[in-house]
Nanobody, 127 residues
């Protein structure tokens, strides 16, 4: 089992920045692909970004490319989502997710590809 705990959400003005963190425990973190998803009220959960188990591969949804950066520190069992130039449409509950690396396809953009989920952290961007 893997436990994931997100932090770093909050209220920010449009154009501002936030850094989300996701701390993992209970498994060898360095063997897990990690992803970030978000879900706004009344909308389906949406893929945001993914990073491979070694940190060598990353992938982003088009709407955040150039603004968001996913990174990981395997020594700290933590994955990050650095969010710059935030827009009101980025407002959502953000979830981190983990996928046990067993040779799965890349990039893992579908929620069903992930085995573990955090509880979410709310990001609100005011205009």
């Amino acid at each position: 089992q893997v436990q994931l705990v997100e932090s770093g959400g909050g209220l920010v003005q449009a154009g501002g920045s936030l850094r989300l963190s996701c701390a993992a425990s209970g498994h060898t973190f360095s063997s897990i692909d990690m992803g970030w998803f978000r879900q706004a009220p009344g909308r389906e959960r949406e893929f945001v970004a993914a990073i491979g188990w070694s940190g060598g591969s990353t992938y982003y949804v088009d709407s955040v490319k150039g603004r968001f950066t996913i990174s990981r520190d395997n020594a700290k069992n933590t994955v990050y989502l650095h969010m710059n130039s935030l827009k009101p449409e980025d407002t959502a509950n953000y979830y981190c997710a983990g996928r046990t690396y067993v040779g799965g396809s890349w990039p893992p953009t579908a929620a069903h590809e992930y085995d573990y989920w955090g509880q979410g952290t709310q990001v609100t961007v005011s205009s």
